[in-house]
């Protein structure tokens, strides 16, 4: 509550301010369905002022068909009394991904991370990440390049995140561009031993009133360092969410006498998306959506040979969907079909 009275003179006035705090607690319990993971269960604790300091705890889990993920992070975001963020993650985490390699895996770690910004606009992350990475429930047919990786590596990396973010929001954006670019180099000890990253932005553009065109562009690369090849777990996937009309891991190189998706080193992605109203009140939340999808993935160290298709061929995929903005949270279902794929 804001009341300006009169000041000591006629051109100056004395404002008083009344603030209330807001509750700075959360829980948060949901359910669902995800098509890559099947029904799911998540539960969230938050929060943001700890014992009044300002600073923020954070506990999360999600149980589902295909995977667990438990995760526990502490901010501080004003480190030494300045506008620079300092925080501690832990994590672990199963996937199932018997349908996609015939393997199980398993991610156990923490990360030490900071951030600080560079202008309004940029921003720079930092992070040291210590994780041990199993693969586990190799299957006794699959393929070869990914039994020879069973077994369990430890992960020491340091990684940075440059982002650049003129959006007129960040949950619901209209307009401007977020950029970012993502570095990372492992081999700080432990097993693993390679250098990667990735460029991208997404724009938004309002062609007309609840009209929104959004354009995006990734790229990533990942190669091994002292002479070691990049493991099935390093490397990137394409399908489900990042090439929709795909299956997860649906794109990229494969052995076909298994149908194991083994990865790739390489990738570039594309998004051409039209938001739009469908005709209901505004205040429903309700939209509607087309979109493309096009990319590729590709690139292998270690997996060649009769059977491996190894090639950078572009992928694509259109289609339509509708979303809604519940009060349980966002809903979206997609439908779409590829037109540029692997015959």
């Known amino acids: 509550k804001v009341t300006p009275t009169q000041g000591s003179a006629p051109d100056k006035t004395v404002v008083d301010i009344e603030v209330a705090e807001q509750s700075t607690g959360e829980l948060s319990v949901g359910a669902g369905f995800s098509t890559q993971d099947g029904p799911l269960a998540d539960m969230r604790i938050r929060e943001r002022n700890l014992l009044g300091k300002g600073q923020q705890l954070e506990l999360a889990s999600t149980i589902a068909g295909k995977k667990t993920e438990f995760d526990l992070s502490f901010t501080e975001p004003y480190f030494l009394d300045r506008d620079f ?20 895996q398993k991610r156990t770690g923490g990360a030490l991370r900071f951030g600080y910004p560079l202008s309004e606009k940029w ?42 973010d003129s959006r007129d929001s960040t949950l619901f954006p209209t307009s401007g561009l977020i950029g970012w670019l993502d570095a990372e180099v492992a081999g700080l000890g432990g097993d693993a031993h390679y250098i ?16 929104i065109l959004n354009f995006l562009g990734e790229g990533g690369a990942i190669a091994g360092l002292n002479g070691e090849g ?114």
């Open 123 to 164: 921003r720079q992350a930092l992070s040291y990440n210590l994780e041990s990475n199993t693969i586990e429930s190799v299957q006794s047919n699959a393929s070869r390049f990914i039994r020879d990786q069973e077994g369990d590596r430890i992960t020491s990396s340091v990684a940075q995140r440059l982002t650049y």
């Open 230 to 343: 990049v493991k099935i777990n390093e490397r990137y996937f394409l399908g489900g969410n990042t090439l929709r009309g795909f299956k997860r891991a649906g794109a990229g190189p494969r052995d076909t006498v298994t149908d194991d998706s083994l990865g790739g080193n390489q990738f570039y992605r594309g998004t051409a998306e039209l938001t739009f109203p469908v005709g209901l009140p505004e205040e429903m939340g309700i939209k509607g959506h087309t979109f493309t999808d096009v990319g590729s993935l590709w690139g292998l160290d270690d997996a060649s040979g009769a059977g491996v298709v190894n090639e950078n061929s572009l992928r694509g995929a259109a289609g339509i969907g509708i979303s809604w903005r519940s009060p349980l949270g966002p809903i979206r279902v997609d439908l779409s079909k590829p037109y540029l794929e692997k015959e």
């Open 85 to 104: 963020s300092a925080g501690v993650d832990l994590f672990h985490t199963t996937r199932d991904l018997q349908t996609e390699s015939s393997y199980d």
């Open 196 to 211: 990667s990253g990735k460029l991208g932005a997404s724009y938004y553009y309002p062609v007309a009133d609840n009209w």
